[in-house]
């Protein structure tokens, strides 16, 4: 196994560190920092900034890690995404099979970004068997639907109220040839999993030696966005709303419970206390309020709550215009969360949400791709102006990371504009 | 426009209303226990999602409802569909046509589709010609279906550029100035309007049926 290097963290390094990572836990304490930071968020950015096709970048790990460690070092973020982790997973995920996701190599050009396929991997008339027991619908029924490895899982027994020589007999299970093969699947993808997972960990380690903490390391999804997202589908849920409401009601509070355990353990276990909540379908045009309030916000508030007890930081990332929603994610408790805005007015949200949580973004994406670098400085100064130096607790980053498409002088120009006016 | 019965007033509203169970019974009782005309029942549907539209410009409804609107349509025309003996000629005639698809690289269809419902409801003919659409094929799709207006969406930034490529290449074969272009999509901006060299953009399916009515001159 290709185990993770250890690296020395110079003096000045770690002075560096401290003081990115002070920067960003001022942000988020809503005190103010020594100056703006500047966050980096980019998947296949990387390729057009390391010269390679996405493809490269999906499947050679050692170019991705180089080109993210080159991109660090020029452009001098405060804090960073996980890059090496969210692109280079060509291998991983032929391993596993994954069927959720087409990527450069495997179903798009070499040239495209991967793209999730929203199906129904879940059907609205297994609701009652997902409440009842989430463990068992998972390892016989959506594992083996999403992941190829686990074909053959289907065939286990329901393996609660096995017992006494019926539990001796259940073992009889494992000896299905499909049971037997989809194992010896499921362990050998698992070896290539830990395996990526330690050029990731390595690529992280090496960084902070060199000064530069991530952003996060894990991410978790709001209940809402689960079911809409990876089990019923983006219109399965929305006609949920109506055909199950009192089921996807009851499915939400329980996707809080058990959301809150899966994210806290793997907040924990990376050491990292800010977890990363992509919000997909919480935009003011996709939901009415009524429908926000009463599906959306109360499950991923409930799951924000129990994370903030547990010393983890939420850190959504509200995509697309959540202006009318701003009044109503404000209830939480203050310093606790960084909310990043996608195409939300930051100036609008600085004013509803100032007092209340460190704020992250969003300098446009249609802006960074088409516009010359003196207008992204423009840009990257109104921020600081209006939000920043009026007290707002700003890390300033693009409004989803930035594009894939950005010419390389103009995400120059955003981080050489953010630490412009910085102070 | 005749007047309504109770029991057509009562689809009506059932079916704005997002009753769902009850508007699909009574269409079924209607057409094959009562032998309603066929037409009249998809007339009244028309009827309801006009009312669904308008609310969903006033901001009451949103995508779940103009979703579920569009199976209940669904659903009750595959009950009439079969049941409807008269020839062709009977159908409104379209204000205009409307062809639309996702560019090339991207595989989004939520928008497109909304879209294309809420243009439909509103009297246009749309040719839907599905997702990640070559260049090429847009321009053999306005060679054929000779649209007044071609709608091209996009949800990925990537879709900035194969915008701008479909647009030239309608340019280069000489069919840019017998149609009007539209682009919509969870980026897309006034700077990406300039950048691709349409007409006109939207942010959701109600300003695409404005710029499409503004542009044939019909009232919005």
Known sequence: MNAPKTYVQSPEAKAAYDKRWQRIMDCVALKQPDRMPTAMFCTFYLAKFGGITNRELMYNDVKATEIAERALLELEPDCYNPLVLNVAMGPVLEALDYKQLIWPGHGVGDHQPYQYLDREYMKAEEYDEFIFDPTAFYLTKYLPRVLGVFDGMEELPYLPGLHYFRLVGGMRAFAKPRVRAALEKIMKAAEEVERFSNVHIDFTNRMTAQGFPTSHISTSVAPYDLIADYLRGATGTMKDLYRNKDKLLEMLDKAAVFLTKQTIAWSRASGHPVVFFPEHWAPDRFMSQKQFETFWWPSFRKLMINLIDAGVIPMPLWEADCTKRLETIRDIPPGKCIYWFERTDMVKAFEVLGDVVALRGNISPSLLTTSTPDEVDAAVRHLAENVFHKGGKLILDAAFGLPDETPVENARAMYRAARKYAS | ?220
């Open chain 2, 1 to 220: 426009m005749s007047e309504m019965t109770d029991q057509e007033k009562q689809l009506v509203t059932w079916l704005a209303d997002m009753n769902e169970d009850d508007a699909f019974a009574l269409a079924k009782k209607m057409l094959l226990e009562e032998g309603a005309n066929p037409m009249r029942v998809l007339d009244l549907c028309r009827q309801a999602m006009d009312i669904v539209g308008k609310r969903f410009e006033q901001g009451e409804y949103f995508l779940p409802e103009l979703v579920l609107a569009g199976e209940m349509l669904e659903n009750i025309g595959a009950v009439a569909k079969p049941l409807i003996t008269q020839g062709p000629g009977g159908e409104p005639k379209k204000l205009a046509k409307v062809l639309i698809g996702t560019v090339h690289g991207d595989l989004h269809d939520i928008g497109k589709n909304i879209v294309t419902f809420m243009l439909d409801i509103n009297g246009f003919e749309v040719k839907d010609i599905g997702i990640d659409v070559p260049v090429k094929t847009f321009v053999d799709e306005i060679n054929e279906f000779k649209p007044d207006v071609v709608g091209l969406s996009g949800f990925l930034t990537l879709a900035f550029d194969s915008m701008k490529e479909t647009i030239a290449a309608i340019q280069e074969a000489g069919l840019r100035n017998k149609l009007k272009i539209m682009i919509g999509g969870g980026q897309v901006d006034e700077a990406v309007r300039n950048y691709t060299g349409a007409d006109a953009f939207g942010t959701n399916a109600i300003e695409a049926v404005s710029l499409c009515k503004n542009w044939m001159g019909v009232a919005a």
